[in-house]
Each structure stands twice: as C-alpha cells, then as structure tokens.
C-alpha cells in the first residue's frame, strides 16, 4: 500500500480586516483591506482551485486523504494558485500541506475497514447523485464523457488500492460505456445501502 496522506490547504480569505469598531451592543463596523472588486476576485480564484483539489481525494470524517503519487499533482495545482494570488496581491498567497499517515498500522489496524467504508461511500453516493441528475435529460455524449471522467477520479479517491473497489470501478465504466443507466443506477442504490447497514460515515 502507497504512503497515505491528509491533505490540508490554505488559501488567503477576502475578509481580511484592518481594524473593527464596535459602535453599539448591536452595531460592529468592520474595514476591509481590500476593495469589494479584490475581495471577489480573491473568491472566485479560492473557489476555482478548492474542488479541484479535493476531489480526488478520500473524505474520511473531514479529513482528506491522498497517495504518494498524487502528491505532486496537487502540489502543482496549489503552486498555480499561488502564482494567481500573487498578481491580485503580493500579500496573499495559497499552499498545500500533507501530513503522513502510518500506512503499516492503518493496514493491520480496525481504521483499515472504516476508511475503505467510508472510500465506498463517498465514491458510490456521488456517481449515484450524478446518475440521478442526468435520469431527467437525455443521455448525450458530453454526458457520457463527463461521467467517464468522473469515474477516472474516482480511481484516485480508492487510496487503500482495494481490490474490490478497483473491480467495482472498472465495472461501473462498463456500465457507463454501454449506456446501461438504470441498472448502474440500481446497483449503486444497493451498495450504498450495504455501506449504511455496516455504519459508515457517509456525506450526503
């Protein structure tokens, strides 16, 4: 099993205040440093690179889990945000930091089987609500593809390298390439029940 680790980001916030004066028990005026277009800008560049960054990862209780060999990835998605902050602001800045896990106990331990609950979860309950936004519309190409993708990152997300995830997976794809929605649907439906019944964590 590769290196594990919990990856945290940090990015600059717009809400950054110089000063705050409290003008009644009810009242507090705040100064902002910067302006309402930078405050926005500085949003929209936060929200561009923070799913991106998460959602190749394993959610297990808030805390997000990658490989050793999507390290790197992350990194330079992170150092790319960074370079966008530093032309809003010199002052702001974005990084990503990872903190090892002990592979070896998590192997031999009980935190093996709740991760791997919890890395099904996760993977199934989003192709699930994906599948059921489509089941009104017609099923085009761009959908397809787009659901492809999406299986391909949940490939990164089975951080343990579960072989029967990695079965289920390729599965999955078959199913998406044959168009068999409903089935795929109804099969997903049950293992996310399976996975409820064992009392894993889900985020729904």
Do not use: W
């Not at 926005?40 to 190749?56: C, F, L, M």
């Not at 999406?150 to 072989?163: C, F, G, S, Y």
């Amino acid at each position: 099993m590769e290196n594990l680790y919990i990856v945290k980001t940090r990015m600059s916030s717009p809400n950054y205040i110089l000063y705050s004066e409290e003008i009644d028990d009810m009242t507090s005026q705040y100064t902002y440093k910067f302006n309402k277009e930078i405050r926005q800008q500085i949003s929209a560049t936060r929200g561009r690179y923070h799913k991106p960054v998460y959602e190749g990862t394993a959610n297990f209780h808030g805390l997000y889990i990658c490989q050793e060999k999507h390290r790197q990835e992350l990194q330079d998605l992170m150092s790319k945000a960074n370079r966008e902050f530093q032309k809003i602001d010199p002052m702001l800045s974005a990084e990503v930091l990872f903190i090892p896990l002990d592979a070896g106990a998590i192997h031999n331990g009980e935190m093996y089987s709740q991760i791997n609950s919890a890395v099904k979860g996760q993977i199934y309950t989003d192709l699930l609500d994906r599948l059921k936004k489509l089941a009104d519309s017609s099923f085009k190409s761009r959908s397809k593809s787009s659901l492809l993708k999406m299986v391909d990152r949940m490939e990164k997300i089975n951080v343990l390298d579960d072989p029967e995830i990695s079965l289920k997976i390729y599965e999955i794809r078959e199913m998406i390439e044959n168009e068999t929605l409903i089935p795929l649907m109804q099969d997903l439906e049950s293992e996310v029940d399976k996975v409820k019944q064992r009392g894993a964590y889900l985020e729904l």
